[in-house]
């Protein structure tokens, strides 16, 4: 068991002034709110601490803020609502990204969910022999088997058709128990020899649109709480930022030699641990 201090969100608030906290795992699960986490956060934020909900999303962030805000989490209780789809959104319409208006787009996702590519003014296809470029942002891997999956991305790997993984979440949860998430197929793409794109935790980007939003000089203040090593944790470790591992979520049912196991074999410890996101 990593030797790190198990602490709750009042303490935390008085060591750091801005806390870029993760969605499922952390506030909530594929259902409803944890319990205590509606009137955490609202505490955190009335001691006056910025608050940044970081969220490994294939949708965007005012879109993830109003479904938040109607399981009852105050609309007041954080600043910003910052996903990796909203990242990927703004790295694919910079100048000079090679995806015209009108390419055809295979939106890997959950509830048919194509936001990304409506966004961008591309044109959905079903099909990897149609596509010019394939997005994975979601997953479906409770219905539809990894080797669906395989098959119907197989033609757009052959074709060398890029492909942006928005939600790089290994894992899902799913009606209390753990899924393959939008990461596990975006790494199947890789193992067919497609190559992949990530945006989203733990990779810099959706870290520097943080950062910039809440105008900190001193990283030292700031702390980052998640549910996941490979995402959160590594992810502030490789931004310089303070990290709190909460066992809630992915991790909910992992025993203390299980975890460590995790934490060796990622490489990235947390400062802290937290048992729930309870103030």
């Not at 793409?189 to 945006?199: L, M, N, S």
């Not at 959706?206 to 980052?224: G, P």
């Not at 909910?252 to 410890?269: K, Q, V």
């Given at each position: 068991?990593?030797?790190?201090?198990?602490?709750?969100?009042?303490?935390?608030?008085?060591e750091?002034?801005?806390?870029?906290?993760?969605?499922?795992?952390?506030?909530?699960?594929?259902?409803?709110?944890?319990?205590?986490?509606v009137?955490?956060?609202?505490?955190?934020?009335?001691?006056?601490?910025r608050?940044?909900?970081?969220?490994?999303s294939?949708?965007?962030g005012?879109?993830?803020?109003?479904?938040?805000?109607?399981?009852?989490?105050?609309?007041d209780?954080?600043?910003?609502?910052?996903?990796?789809?909203d990242?990927a959104?703004?790295?694919?319409?910079?100048?000079?990204?090679?995806?015209s208006q009108?390419?055809?787009?295979?939106?890997?996702?959950?509830?048919?969910?194509?936001?990304?590519?409506?966004?961008?003014?591309?044109t959905?296809?079903?099909?990897?022999?149609?596509?010019?470029?394939?997005?994975?942002s979601?997953?479906?891997?409770?219905?539809?088997?990894?080797?669906?999956?395989?098959?119907?991305?197989?033609?757009?790997?052959?074709?060398?058709?890029?492909?942006?993984?928005?939600?790089?979440?290994i894992h899902?949860?799913?009606?209390?128990?753990?899924a393959p998430?939008?990461g596990?197929?975006?790494k199947?793409?890789?193992?067919i020899?497609?190559?992949?794109?990530?945006?989203?935790?733990?990779?810099?980007?959706?870290?520097?649109?943080?950062?910039k939003?809440?105008?900190?000089?001193d990283r030292?203040?700031?702390?980052?709480?998640?549910d996941?090593?490979?995402?959160?944790?590594?992810?502030a470790?490789?931004?310089?930022?303070d990290?709190?591992?909460?066992?809630t979520?992915?991790?909910?049912?992992n025993?203390?030699d299980?975890?460590?196991?995790?934490?060796?074999?990622?490489?990235?410890?947390?400062?802290?641990?937290?048992?729930?996101?309870?103030?």
């Amino acid at each position: 068991m990593p030797k790190s201090v198990t602490v709750d969100v009042a303490r935390l608030s008085a060591e750091y002034d801005v806390f870029f906290v993760d969605q499922f795992g952390v506030l909530r699960d594929d259902i409803g709110p944890y319990q205590g986490a509606v009137d955490a956060l609202r505490q955190l934020s009335r001691s006056g601490r910025r608050i940044v909900i970081l969220s490994n999303s294939g949708r965007s962030g005012q879109y993830n803020a109003e479904r938040l805000v109607k399981l009852g989490f105050a609309p007041d209780s954080f600043n910003f609502f910052v996903t990796s789809g909203d990242v990927a959104f703004e790295i694919l319409s910079r100048p000079g990204v090679a995806i015209s208006q009108g390419a055809r787009a295979l939106t890997i996702s959950s509830g048919g969910d194509t936001n990304l590519a409506d966004r961008l003014g591309l044109t959905s296809v079903r099909s990897g022999k149609e596509a010019d470029i394939v997005i994975i942002s979601g997953s479906e891997a409770e219905r539809i088997s990894m080797d669906d999956y395989r098959e119907m991305l197989r033609p757009a790997a052959e074709n060398n058709v890029p492909c942006y993984c928005t939600n790089p979440d290994i894992h899902k949860l799913h009606e209390g128990s753990v899924a393959p998430g939008a990461g596990s197929i975006a790494k199947l793409y890789e193992a067919i020899g497609g190559k992949v794109v990530w945006v989203g935790k733990p990779y810099p980007e959706i870290y520097d649109h943080a950062l910039k939003l809440v105008d900190v000089e001193d990283r030292r203040r700031v702390v980052c709480i998640g549910d996941s090593v490979e995402h959160d944790i590594l992810g502030a470790a490789s931004a310089g930022l303070d990290s709190v591992l909460v066992r809630t979520g992915i991790l909910a049912d992992n025993s203390d030699d299980e975890l460590h196991r995790i934490i060796a074999d990622t490489g990235a410890s947390p400062r802290y641990m937290m048992q729930a996101f309870v103030f």
